[in-house]
């Protein structure tokens, strides 16, 4: 299983990548490697594959991948009338076999049957679904299923939608008409969320059991912009048992059909392949999910650090610059973009104005010299007072709001005039629970390239900043997160003794209202019979809603829930409410 | 046919717009109504769809719909079993007939079966097709097939892939196997872009002229964000003769099947209708276009001017904001903005800098005079200065675009302080062609809630400021653009004696290539083989791609191209190329 990290359209570099680890896994002793979905112009391509030149170019490379080794490699496949749309499937790249006749129609092993749309899916769109299963024979000597992705869940009933078809009950019924498959693989690209993991694994156990021989799971690992993925490909038997690939980690899974216990990872030796925490493989006895396994807090930080690692690398990012308030969010996004791309590469930007507090000041430095980041401190009062002698009047004789936005955009100006000038990109600060109630300003902190924590909610940020402290500390290091930091009551300081909860309610009140409405789909009247008290949940909502117009303008954040802001929360249009209002 | 500007998402009012039109055409004559695609709803919902409880309280307001006139109301419709789709139906709205049991189910009309699923459309996201026709038996004392939009559009072969079914040709066989069907009526929703009027008459006519009998398309008016529908609700008879309701007005076109002549436009007497341009009904004979009637310049200004319109009443927005530098895009930005709420609800600001010149504030105080806007004149030096002392080792060590955007980003700070003292909606004011070229700064004068040319070319801008001079001009009254905006070269005035010409090519040749490689899809090498100049196609496409960053930042602008930035340019991710450097 090549558990890869394609950069979407970049044909020449999965190519070379795909080209890597099959040549690892042929050097570890494997007959066979299997790619992940679409590994050669990567997922999702999105309207990449209108163009029909695109869909072209990569059946050709994949076709072309330089391997001793037999490779399925996922590929769009052009449809054969201009009018039609491609399929998403799986070409056999290597060296001709004797079942093989060269003709590239014949190297075609399997075009996916499922194809989700929904959440952040669309492959309706670009793709036409087909009505057979992929078979490959002999290949490196064995009989397989082949499918892909999405087709090995509509067995398992965890499609928000059922499907006219079932790809593996297909293939099970060839096994039961006396057909000999060794294996079934899946070709995946299959989105990471906290709650994620078990569930695949379920899939796999399911169809196993279906199938009643091993299912073989490649799943696509690392960033591309807001979505990740986490890799844990994986291999399921029929009995339950079961071997996980690690996370974040670029690599080879080597399965033995016949033996748990003498599967292996293989680590890919790219130089610049992601690599993040533990390589250890899970091996599981039936009835065991592996939950027990996996911190989950560690795993979200893991998460959000490799996607902005790949947001980096993928787009030729060299050094990040970020304002460090002294607040817990702006600590754990340094602590993320230290990890991600190095210290060294990391500015932080201590900028106090009037209603900065000292201690604010203190632990934006304690944590840029914990991390040893190059750190500057630039007071903004000066600038403020120039602006207020422009636009005193209207300030002073308008919404109060605007006069505490003006320290923000002020602080942006600053942030970004070092983000340009050196070619840095900017990163944002704020965390999913604010940004969902419009506790920021647009232009202002919300200005920057990627938003690591724009997923993350507020006691989880609390909860990353503990891990990267005890982290720290087993390393020998110094604390990054200061006991005041973690310790103060949040305040975004922009008026004097302002503090978040002046307008928002308590944070772990706050977290589990929006939890249960954007991930659990509860409304308002769901969520007060629930249990929790209508006009907090009343004010939640509202401002939810009326700050919608924000988001839309948000950069990039790393999905790791099961509901986030943009590509899988498509916005509805212009309503009769007023959230659209700039602020 | 009741041409309605619904709001997407408001149910309660879509209703009462369709029952105050059915009343209007009621006490016209008419015997029965049609409304558009999904009007109780609005179009498009996008993500409301996939709340059962939202598919199901729209089915229940559309039976609802108060009106004694039968109406063909257009809505999704909720599917039996909660893990299938809603289907995109027609449902009769109105008093009880013969034919109708008063049984839900038996009053659905139609459902669609085409779902149209590339550009701006998503509908196989949404629902599920159908795979037979409407037909509406005795409604008004009529038997009418029904369609909806894309159902019609295989037929005249006009859509980029082939559909398996054909919905005109299967009323077409009907009629011939002797089903007596008076006419064919289809609900639309059909956006706009400056060529699209003549295909959407090429399509009715084509369908009359398969069916053989009158073929009546109701179609949307209005904006629903960077959507526009242009509404020309039409009738097409199988002659080739067509009657063609006015553009960008929200009303009801009354149909005499038997004779073009006595067909009819009502405005609607809604006191917020949309009412933009000309209600004259264009009556056209067989082989006329209607081209002729049309200034394609004077549709694109009156398309541009009913998105901000529509937004600002959607959006509860009651004034604009917006910095008027003197140059062509703020002159044309502010007629904009006059035109679609009024002079007296928009503030225009010059923000001169070290680098602006006097005429530039001449020609600023021109355009606010002229328009009769309230007007401002604010000077940033002291804050560019102020700014500068903060961080000017950083500013002068780099590169030098870090400078120029500070200008840019502290007259946003003045603009957005006015837009949120005083509840106001910044507009920006740049064009597509510069915008394409990333030619504008991120948090600069990118920073508002709307972007009115955001998809109009510089050319086009500059044909818009000929088009309001000489209609002020007809009117009596001052040309709002000076004739030294109208030929000064332009620039940005971010840097001494700075020209775009400077960094971009002539404005005409940009959009040559933009345009042919944007909307016509031609990459480097056709553009070449078509006789533009290499290094200039090279510089442009290599612009265009390295800016995206930028654009995925931009807010909402009305489409009038036949391809814009944002929803109907799905974004492809991270890429090997160096694009997303902030700047």
């Known amino acids: 299983m090549l558990q890869l990290d394609p950069t979407v359209g970049d044909l020449e570099q999965n190519c070379h990548r795909i080209a890597n680890l099959a040549k690892q896994a042929e050097e570890a002793g494997a007959v066979l490697g299997v790619s992940t979905e679409l590994a050669v112009c990567g997922y999702p391509p999105r309207d990449l594959l209108m163009e029909h030149d695109f869909v072209e170019r990569s059946m050709k490379a994949a076709l072309s991948v330089p391997t001793n080794l037999p490779v399925l490699v996922g590929t769009p496949i052009p449809a054969e009338d201009d009018r039609m749309l491609p399929t998403n499937g799986v070409v056999r790249a290597g060296p001709p076999s004797t079942s093989i006749t060269g003709d590239e129609h014949s190297r075609i092993v399997a075009e996916k049957q499922l194809l989700p749309t929904y959440d952040v899916f669309d492959e309706a769109r670009y793709f036409s679904p087909k ?12 009989t397989l299923g082949v499918t892909v992705c999405e087709d090995a869940w509509q067995s398992a009933g965890l499609t928000p939608s059922a499907y006219a078809q079932d790809p593996i009950e297909h293939i099970a019924g060839w096994c039961r008409q006396g057909v000999a498959i060794d294996a079934t693989v899946n070709l995946s690209a299959s989105p990471f969320h906290t709650e994620k993991f078990t569930t695949r694994l379920a899939v796999a156990r399911h169809a196993a059991s279906v199938l009643n021989h091993p299912f073989l799971l490649a799943n696509q690992v690392g960033g591309n912009d807001d979505l990740l993925f986490d890799g844990r490909s994986l291999v399921a038997w029929p009995d339950g048992r079961a071997v996980i690939a690690p996370s974040w980690h670029e690599g080879v899974l080597m399965v033995d059909l016949a033996d748990p216990d003498s599967c292996a990872w293989v680590s890919s030796t790219e130089g610049d392949a992601l690599s993040i925490g533990s390589t250890d493989l899970m091996v599981l006895e039936a009835g065991d999910d592996g939950s027990a396994l996996v911190d989950t807090i560690e795993e979200l930080t893991n998460a959000v650090v490799s996607g902005l690692a790949d947001y980096c690398r993928k787009s030729s990012i060299h050094s990040i610059v970020l304002g460090l308030s002294g607040g817990i969010d702006s600590a754990v996004a340094a602590c993320v973009a230290a990890a991600a791309i190095g210290a060294s590469k990391v500015t932080g930007l201590a900028m106090p104005s009037r209603h900065s507090s000292q ?11 914990a991390l040893g980041l190059e750190h500057r401190l630039h007071e903004i009062d000066a600038m403020h007072a120039s602006v207020e002698t422009v636009i005193g009047d209207v300030l002073s004789n308008g919404h109060p709001v605007a006069g505490e936005n003006l320290q923000s955009r002020l602080r942006a100006i600053v942030v970004m005039g070092y983000a340009n000038a050196n070619g840095s990109m900017a990163i944002t600060t704020g965390n999913k629970s604010e940004i969902a109630q419009g506790y920021c300003t647009l232009y202002g902190d919300m200005a920057g390239g990627y938003a690591p924590l724009g997923d993350v909610y507020k006691m989880d940020v609390y909860a990353m900043a503990d891990f ?9 290091l110094p604390a990054p997160v200061s006991d005041s930091t973690m310790t103060k009551p949040p305040s975004a300081e922009l008026a004097p003794d302002q503090t978040d909860q002046d307008t928002l309610p308590p944070y772990d009140l706050l977290d589990d209202v929006l939890r249960s409405h954007i991930e659990g789909g509860l409304n308002a009247d769901d969520l007060v019979a629930e249990g929790f008290d209508e006009p907090v949940v009343m004010d939640v909502l509202q401002r939810l809603e009326r700050n919608e117009h924000k988001r839309w303008q948000m950069p990039p954040a790393p999905r790791v829930s099961r509901r986030a802001f ?3 929360w498509r916005r509805p249009l212009a309503s009769n409410h007023d959230w659209r209002r700039p602020g």
Chains 1, 2 share one sequence.
């Open 566 to 568: 943009g590509q899988g």
């Open 359 to 369: 201690h604010s000041i203190d632990d934006a430095v304690h944590t840029a010299e």
């Open 131 to 142: 009505n057979r299963s992929g078979l490959a024979r002999s290949v490196g000597g064995l």
């Open 468 to 476: 990267f402290n005890q982290r720290a500390k087993a390393e020998g």
